[in-house]
Every structure is written in C-alpha cells, then in structure tokens.
C-alpha cells in the first residue's frame, strides 16, 4: 500500500520586504537567478529515491513569494513533480500569491497545470496600513487579484488577514473583515502582528499606536464573531473555512502526517526525523543541482524520541477544534472549570476561549 506523502515547496524570494518580516526571503533576485533555481528544484525532486512507495496528498508552493517564479517556471516544476510521484486525484495543490505577481493568464496557466487552490495574503483592507507596511499591493490590488483568479477558474481561495496591526483601530479591523467576507474565499487565515527583534517595524515601534492586550483581544473575539456569522467555522486558532475547505495540507502538518520540503531553508517530517535544506539560496541551488538532497542524504539526522512524538501530537492537535485524544489525568481541571476546554470520550478540544490563551493551557498541559 502506498505511503500517505505531502510535498512543500519554499520559493524564498519577494519583491521588496515588509517591515513586519522575520522570514528568510531575499529581494535580490534576477531571471537568471530564478532559473537557476528552478532547475535545483527539478534536480531535487528528480533525486527523491523510491518515490514509487508514496502516493502524493497535498503540494503546498509557499515563500517568500512563490508568484515570483512565474506561471511557465511554477508549472514546470509541478510537471517534474507529476512525472516522479503518484498524486492522489484529490490531492489539494496550493500556491501562495501575492497580488501584483500574478495576472489572469498566468492563472489560467497554472490552472490547467494541477494548482486547485490559491492562498493570497490581504492583510488588510486600508492602504494606509499596508503602505506602513510596506506591502507591494493595494486594497483594490488585492480585489483585482481575487476577481482574476475566479475568472481563471479557482474556486478554492484562502486569504490572509493580520490583526492587531499599527494605527489601526478596531472599526478598520472591521472595515478589512467585513470586505474580506464579502468577495466569499473559502477559508481565511487570520494571524495577530508579532514583531520580531530586528525588523523595520521593530526598528520604529515607537512611532505607531498599537493596540493594548485588551485591544487585541477585543479584535480577535469580533473577527471570530463575524467570520462565525458569516458561516465560517473556526477549524483551527487560526483558520477558519467554509463547509469541506479546511486545508488539508496545514491539517496535515497538526496531524503529523510526513511532509518532505524542496528548496532553500525547506523543512521536513520525514521517517520520524525533522530536517532542512540549506537556508542559503547558494548552498541549496549547489547541493539540489548536485543531487545531493535525497531522502537517502537525510539518514544520519536524528530521529525524533517517542516522547518529543507525543508533545508534538498534543500541541499540534490542541490547535484544532476537534481536539487530541489525552488521559484525563493529564488535564488541568481548571481548563475544563473555566471553559477553555471540553473533556469528552478521552479528547479534550480548547474553546474559542480556550484558543485565545492556548500557548498558556499547552504548557499547562506539558509541564
Ligand atoms: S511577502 Fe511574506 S515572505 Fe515576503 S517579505 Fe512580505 S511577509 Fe516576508
């Protein structure tokens, strides 16, 4: 029988930086560069030995700015990927993408080459903002974007929102929910701004209003009230989606089902052992072009303990709403007294308010 796989794809390059991003992505790039690391990415998954064991889930192209590549050189590399694996009918395909690295054509493209589901990242409806942030996109950018790809034929759409944002009160919070529900996507993503040491935002912190922890709290609990009103289920602390359009490949990484990364700085589950790519666009495009990152080269990685396996199962499984199987001597009573969670037939499930304060009840629970 074949072996249940996930494929992760890193695209780590952007067209400028946002103030808020710790992530590796580099904004230097050129075609020739692309190319070149188009063709490590092919090479990678031409070396991935015994690719005939596995049957191929989900395939998720993440960044950085994966759009970057363009549709021909996306598109090639799914081509590379059909040909070495066998991939599931209803395997869930999907490409992030930023509006303004991508354009109908291209979509289509992408379209009739196997990409079935889109993740573009709004993050916020007012120009202001996004300017602040230095994002490369619009407002009207991201609906243009949005229209675009229904016209191209996707209708699995994700969208990304930020909350707890710089300047921003909680009525242009609102403003960015309340847009972001009308154009329907099917699952919507909502994350609170972390700023990381280091960052251009971090650098001027002082010049913006950001909200106060009760502030923030008072944003989440609205975008969970409008989402839920507008027929969104809250699957996951930070997901929601309409009937059937969870996301199946992050619903695989809280499952712990084994994914294997291509690309720099790329990260695997695999065999029970976590690994990486080199991070270094360099180091990868030298190794990947050489063969040299197959499975078989990951051997001599630790594998990951029987305990660190069941901490992870419990973290990962406590930020969905269905909940981790645990003994129920293993749960604090007070998550249950005061209704951050339900303890039923041996799962135990947070609470949306359980959700909000989730970090402290999983170190409750693992301490
Ligand atoms: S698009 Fe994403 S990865 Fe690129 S700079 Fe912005 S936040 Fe970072």
Known sequence: MLKDLMLYFHIPFCISKCAYCAFYSSP???SKLLERYTDALTAQVAAFDNSEEYKIVSIYFGGGTPTILGAERLCRVLAAVKERFCIDSQAEITLEANPKTVDETGLRALK???????????QSFNDSTL??????????????????????G???????LIFALPNENIKMLENSVNKLISLAPEHISVYGLSIEEGTPLYLRKKEYAFPTEEGEEAQYEMLCKLLGEAGYSHYEISNFATVGKEARHNTGYWKRIPYFGFGAGAHSFFNERRFATPASIADYIAKASGGLLAPTDYHSSKPVSAAEA????????????????IDESRVPPIIIKQGLGVYQN?????????????????NMILS
């Open 310 to 325: 069941e901490e992870e199962r419990i973290m990962l499984g406590l930020r969905m709403k269905e909940g981790v199987k």
């Open 346 to 362: 041996g799962v135990l499930a947070l609470t949306e308010r359980g959700f909000r304060v989730s970090n402290t009840l999983i």
């Open 112 to 122: 009739e080459e196997g990409f079935n589901r889109l993740s573009l990242g709004a």
């Open 154 to 160: 996707f209708d699995n759409i994700s969208a990304d």
């Open 28 to 30: 230097a790039w050129d």
């Open 131 to 152: 300017r602040l942030l230095n994002r490369a996109h619009t407002a009207a950018d991201f609906e243009e974007c949005f229209a675009s790809a229904r016209r191209a």
